[in-house]
């Protein structure tokens, strides 16, 4: 039953739309129409009761019947006693009705009373309703006191009522259909017109889900729901698109990731290879040109070792949640960093010093303790990276300065990162409080075609030497170091310049002084919104 229901059921929504507006009209007319039924009904009725109330009986005449004569105009002689249409009945003092009544022919219809007064149950003044004697309509009857104890009965047919009543229910029932027929017709071109936006979209849907990404849900009318679906599906559509777009351009990354690490480990790979097999075919090789090619295994296998060791650490990074990280000296790590890299580059002056704000010139002023949350273990790789980086690619006798402090971005100043200022981490609202430690050193600096893409994985700049000295991965890890803490590595440099490479952390207290920000703090360099001042 359930299953032949739900197929009589309609799937379409204008088919629902219309049929739903049917019922509803529908039943507000035929609700209508029975209330303005029941209303008639009682009003003819009232009309009736009053006629019942109004009538008097000629007295001289119901003595007549009481006495047992039959008056003129009784039953059986002419009408000019009654009219027509009154009946009237009479019990005598011990409550039994006489055979003889007023009005109507002998045997004729009228209402079914009882031989016994008492079972009517009528009041005086107080009309009742009771059935015919010969099925048809209803009578309409009221008592009243007579002398001698007698009760006399008016009664009056309920025919015309009746007849009107149904007469009003046919018409009601002709107004229902009429109601019905016609919104199933202006309905169904009503809801077709309103519901033409809506299929609209369904077209646009269908399009873009064969493949049709490009397109957008046109949203014309703007003000009904329509038009608020259309938007928000056209929002959906815009962030599936970039996220497509995203997945697209993250998977062509992966597939260069993978590239440029298959033929950064074919090289070392290949020279263990050759140099393995120069060993086995070449048992009697002199001790000399033996150890040359172990010596050349043991550096390709570092080399390889370090590399993997770098991809690695890139997929592991972010994976220390927040909850695990501790209050970091920014302080104690820099000079920690500075004393290990020293040891690698005596020949490199490098300072430690803070950041403040004197006439808008850095320089070595008192230190002060900068804390921030984050993972030590990676914070010192990120230092230590920008140290050794700045080590490696500068020559002998260059000063390399390390600077600690705290500061907030500003969004006015020159520097932009189209015109020296690079990153590859999301920048930092203005205002925003950070702390921050610099790396700079005073050597040739960057290119800006080499200062755009210095934080992509496995890009070397400068000469094949300077190439050579490292696997293209250490700034890369920095940088995704950096925005896993939620912060920010940039650089900036220009040719003959140096480079200053600068590390910005969300400032979060940790015991401090919050008052320290506001002293302490000083704007370098900034960026609309891409940076903060350096």
């Known amino acids: 039953m359930r299953q032949r229901l739900r197929r009589l059921q309609p799937r379409s929504l204008r088919a629902r739309l219309v049929l739903g507006a049917t019922l509803l009209a529908t039943s507000a007319v035929l609700l209508c129409q029975a209330a303005g039924l029941v209303v008639l009904h009682t009003w003819l009725t009232d009309q009736v009761d009053g006629r019942l109330s109004r009538f008097q009986p000629v007295a001289e005449v119901g003595q007549d019947i009481v006495d047992g004569r039959a008056p003129a105009g009784a039953t059986g002689g002419n009408s000019d006693v009654l009219p027509s249409d009154y009946r009237v009945y009479f019990y005598d003092s011990d409550g039994h009705r006489l055979a003889r009544s007023l009005g109507g022919e002998e045997g004729g219809a009228g ?10 149950g009528l009041h005086d003044g107080r009309p009742a309703t009771l059935a015919a ?8 009857v009221i008592a009243r006191s007579g002398a001698d104890g007698t009760r006399v009965v008016v009664a009056l047919p309920l025919e015309e009522v009746d007849a009107a009543t149904v007469r009003m229910l046919w018409f009601s029932l002709a107004v229902g259909v009429a109601v019905a027929v016609g919104v199933i017709l202006f309905g169904s071109v009503v809801v077709r017109v309103g519901l033409r936006p809506l299929a609209g979209v369904e077209r646009t849907a269908r399009r873009i889900a064969d493949g049709e990404l490009e397109l957008c849900v046109p949203d014309r009318h703007v003000v009904t729901e329509v038009g608020h679906l259309s938007r928000a599906l056209n929002t959906m559509l815009d962030r599936l698109r970039t996220a497509l777009r995203r997945a697209e351009a993250s998977e062509q990354r992966l597939r260069h990731f993978l590239a440029d690490a298959g033929h950064e480990l074919r090289t070392p790979l290949t020279s263990l290879q050759g140099f393995a097999e120069l060993l086995v075919q070449e048992p009697g090789m002199s001790p000399e040109r033996r150890h040359e090619a172990q010596q050349l295994i043991v550096r390709n296998a570092e080399r390889m070792s370090r590399l993997v060791d770098s991809l690695s650490q890139l997929a592991k990074l972010g994976d220390v949640p927040a909850t695990q990280w501790q209050p970091v000296d920014l302080l104690s790590l820099a000079a920690d960093s500075i004393a290990a890299v020293a040891v690698q580059y005596p020949d490199r002056g490098i300072g430690l010093g803070s950041l403040t704000d004197t006439e808008g010139d850095p320089h070595e002023a008192e230190l002060d303790v900068v804390d921030a949350l984050g993972d030590p273990h990676q914070l010192t790789q990120i230092l230590f990276n920008l140290l ?14 390390v600077r600690v402090g705290t500061l907030r971005v500003r969004p006015d100043g020159q520097g932009t990162d189209g015109e020296g ?15 921050a430690i610099e790396v700079a050193d005073d050597g040739i600096g ?5 200062a755009r893409r210095v934080f992509e994985r496995f890009y070397r700049a400068g000469s094949a030497q300077r190439a050579a000295a490292g696997s293209g991965l250490g700034l890369a890890i920095a940088s995704s170091a950096a925005e896993a803490h939620g912060g ?11 480079c200053t490479f600068r590390l910005l952390l969300p400032y979060r207290p940790t015991g401090a002084s919050t008052d320290h920000l506001e002293k302490r703090a000083r704007p370098l360099l900034s960026a609309p919104a891409a940076g903060v001042g350096g």
């Open 111 to 120: 209402p079914r009373l009882p031989s016994l007064e008492s079972a009517i």
């Open 133 to 140: 004697t010969d099925g048809g309509s209803a009578w309409r």
């Open 388 to 401: 050794t980086n700045a080590c490696v690619h500068t020559p002998p006798g260059t000063h390399v300065r």
């Open 421 to 435: 200022r690079t990153s590859g981490n999301p920048p930092f609202a203005p205002g925003t409080p950070v702390c």
């Open 446 to 450: 960057l290119a800006a075609s080499d």
């Open 488 to 498: 920010r590595l940039e650089l900036d440099t220009r040719p003959g310049d140096g």
